[in-house]
């Protein structure tokens, strides 16, 4: 135990002390997931603009890092993003032509599902009115 | 020229009522008037810990409600002329009661007492709204364990939400044994996190179990809580005490004694 003890790095206060300020940096921002969700997809938004990425492997996370120029630790905002291909201007056009295909795709599909069930309805007062005579 | 003290922590079991209890006699030794108000609705307690529970008659729900005057629920110490307890209903829930009839209260109490000391509920819910809601300044009880600081930290930033402008901290239950081999956080470590005024650190004792069991706060006796007890007293009276030396716990017979071991 002793030798053990010796070649510790860090005491369990030490590392108690650590947690903490980490710990308390997530409380004190007080982001609830809802905000962190909301930071999450403006930042997609903002980023798929110009590029092609993982919105389900996106990652954003509050935490601490050594700051650069003064000495000591500041919170930090740090996201992970991996982008699946840069985009070009021409690929942007050219997706937002699909998606606007896509769109009128499922309108006039819903609105034969309307035909559709109108006529059942008709079909079915029909029938119901061949009993009653 | 009266103040109304809050004594909250956020987690429970690190000594709000022993502290409220503590410090409620000392400024009584000290020669101010004092009334202690346990609003621990449902869980009270303050009431044996000054063992003042046999001569309960009215509570704190009574008085607010208007089922007695507040001077019929008043109890008095009998060893200390100037101190009473205002008890708690055991029965009934937090929400028996509102900030603003605690508010009227407290208001109330003012005009007779030198001290009024409001022993808070664990929690951030309505009965810490209650308590918090007529204080003039607070006392936040933590212990150095994570869990209890982490919380202490929430209540520093609800009670600066509710204009509370006026913080301080006691450490309470600190094994200097453990400080000084590294397995617990220090005073200095806990005031560095937290970033409020320190107002007192407390070892954690045994003498505290000893005077728990008998209903006698132990302020102002030998023991070294007692002492440090003592001093917050004072600090809350404006006086400038020096922080105990808690590694002066036991005497040199003591210690040689423990390094055997």
Do not use: W
């Not at chain 1, 010796?6 to 903490?20: E, H, I, N, P, Y």
């Not at chain 2, 000594?15 to 101010?32: D, E």
């Not at chain 2, 009024?116 to 009965?127: H, K, M, R, S, T």
Request: charged share 35%.
């Amino acid at each position: 135990m002793g030798i053990l003890e010796l070649f510790k790095k860090k005491s369990s206060g030490d590392v108690a002390k650590d947690r903490l300020k980490l710990l308390l940096v997530t409380d004190r921002a007080n982001c609830s997931p809802e905000i962190m969700e909301q930071i999450k997809n403006d930042i997609i938004k903002v980023i798929q603009k110009y590029m092609d990425i993982d919105c389900e492997g996106l990652e954003i996370n509050l935490t601490q890092t050594e700051s650069e120029g003064k000495n000591g630790v500041v919170p930090a905002l740090i996201a992970n993003i991996p982008i699946k291909e840069v985009k070009h201007n021409d690929a942007k056009t050219e997706e937002k032509k699909s998606e606007e295909k896509k769109a009128d795709d499922k309108a006039s599909k819903e609105k034969s599902d309307d035909k559709n069930s109108k006529e059942k309805e008709s079909k079915d007062s029909k029938s119901k009115g061949n009993k009653g005579k | 020229m009266s103040e109304v003290i809050v004594v909250t922590s956020g987690k429970g079991g690190v000594g709000k009522t022993t502290t409220t209890a503590n410090i409620g006699t000392g400024l009584a030794m000290l020669g101010k008037k004092v009334a202690l108000i346990d609003t621990d609705i449902g869980l009270r307690n303050l009431d044996v810990v000054m063992g003042l529970e046999n001569r309960i008659v009215y509570n704190l729900v009574d008085v607010v409600k208007g089922n007695c005057r507040t001077e019929q629920a008043l109890i008095k110490h009998k060893k200390y002329p100037n101190l009473f307890l205002l008890p708690c209903a055991q029965a009934g829930d937090k929400d028996s009661v509102s900030p603003e009839e605690m508010k009227k209260l407290t208001d109330e109490l003012r005009e007779s007492f030198d001290y009024i000391i409001l022993d808070c509920p664990a929690g951030i819910e309505q009965g810490f709204k209650n308590a918090i809601a007529g204080a003039d300044r607070a006392l936040v009880v933590t212990m150095p364990e994570i869990s209890a600081v982490r919380d202490a930290d929430r209540i520093i930033g609800l009670l600066e939400a509710n204009d509370k402008k006026r913080a301080d901290l006691i450490v309470n239950r600190i094994r200097m044994d453990m400080v000084n081999r590294g397995d617990m956080l220090s005073v200095d470590d806990v005031v560095e996190i937290l970033a409020i005024d320190l107002i007192g650190a407390i070892p954690d004792d045994e003498d505290i179990v000893i005077s728990t069991n008998k209903g006698d706060p132990l302020v102002g006796g030998e023991s070294i809580s007692g002492q440090a007890y003592m001093n917050i007293c004072k600090r809350i009276m404006g006086e400038e005490v020096p922080l105990l030396d808690l590694n002066k716990k036991k005497s040199i017979f003591g210690r040689i004694f423990s390094k055997k071991k």
